[in-house]
């Protein structure tokens, strides 16, 4: 049942969080540029001034900040803050062996807390709301390193 394949429930459990993951930290560059289609705007490079058939009317205010495009950059900022972590803490997991019950709240709980944090950023709800989903997400990874360091030490 051990290992990295799938009659191992803790890999499988592993492979359906990792792959939602990937999906969501793909998609968040989709929302920036759709985010920018949008608004004609929001660019970071001055490059991007260049007229294009994708920018046939490039104008300095594109250059300009523009909160609904730099949300989801940030979005996808704190995804890459936060996302790589449980992938290796995650993959670390699956070859220590934990109990499969606790694997799953684990790594479902990250997926749910990281979802419920674009949810509540994307939203623009209280900071409050926003840290504390990104505080269970952050915790569950420093757990599960603990976790690991636990297992390969003693
Ligand atoms: N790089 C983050 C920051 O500067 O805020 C580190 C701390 C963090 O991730 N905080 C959470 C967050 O959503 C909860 S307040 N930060 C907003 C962000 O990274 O854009």
Redesign the pocket.
């Known amino acids: 049942m051990d290992g990295i394949n799938l009659s191992n429930p803790v890999f499988v459990t592993y492979a359906i969080a990792s792959s939602l993951l990937v999906l969501k930290l793909m998609g968040q560059g989709w929302m920036t540029v759709y985010r920018m289609m949008r608004v004609d705007g929001g660019f970071v490079s001055p490059e991007d001034l260049r007229k294009t058939p994708l920018n046939p009317n490039p104008r300095p205010q594109q250059l300009d900040t523009d909160d609904y495009v730099d949300r989801s950059r940030?979005?996808h900022?704190?995804d890459l803050?936060?996302i790589p972590g449980f992938w290796m803490a995650g993959f670390l997991m699956v070859i220590v062996s934990p109990p499969l019950w606790l694997a799953q709240c684990l790594m479902y709980g990250f997926v749910a807390a990281r979802v419920a944090?674009a949810l509540a950023?994307a939203t623009k709800q209280t900071?409050d709301v926003?840290?504390t989903f990104?505080?269970i997400g952050?915790l569950i990874v420093i757990f599960m390193a603990l976790y690991v360091l636990w297992a390969v030490l003693f």
């Open positions: 940030r979005m900022r704190n803050e936060n944090h950023y900071h926003r840290a990104y505080t952050s």
